[in-house]
Nanobody
Framework: VQLQASGGGLMQAGGSLRLSCAASGDILSTWVIGWFRQAPGKEREFVAGIRWRDGKVLYTDSVKGRFTISRDNAKNTVYLQMNSLKPEDTAEYSC????????????????????WGQGTLVTVSS
């Protein structure tokens, strides 16, 4: 499976952006799609994840209440709606898929995700 992330850009603090992650093929119900970000000089960080079967979601604490992850089953696409953006949200955002053969809890660990798309840059100015 190939993933294509898009939607990044330059935004002022307090603004909104919506990122998209489109998969090249069908996403199976047991899979998990995650959004990660990496700021210059920092480690890659989990942002949000969604379980394809039932839409269960997981967020890192710093984005709770501001970011929303969602999916469109028909389009094999996952979205990350980012509201109330802050300068500390500036990073390259990537999506990734965890290939599973059974439903289980979502993980924040980048190492469990199997395929990654290229990143899209989000820059938030103060």
């Amino acid at each position: 499976v190939q993933l294509q992330a898009s939607g990044g850009g330059l935004m002022q603090a307090g603004g909104s952006l919506r990122l998209s992650c489109a998969a090249s093929g069908d996403i199976l119900s047991t899979w998990v799609i995650g959004w990660f970000r990496q700021a210059p000089g920092k480690e890659r960080e989990f942002v949000a994840g969604i379980r394809w079967r039932d839409g269960k979601v997981l967020y890192t604490d710093s984005v709770k209440g501001r970011f929303t992850i969602s999916r469109d089953n028909a389009k094999n696409t996952v979205y990350l709606q980012m509201n109330s953006l802050k300068p500390e949200d500036t990073a390259e955002y990537s999506c990734a898929v965890e290939i599973r053969d059974r439903v289980g809890p979502l993980s924040m660990r980048p190492s469990v995700y199997d395929y990654w798309g290229q990143g899209t840059l989000v820059t938030v100015s103060s």
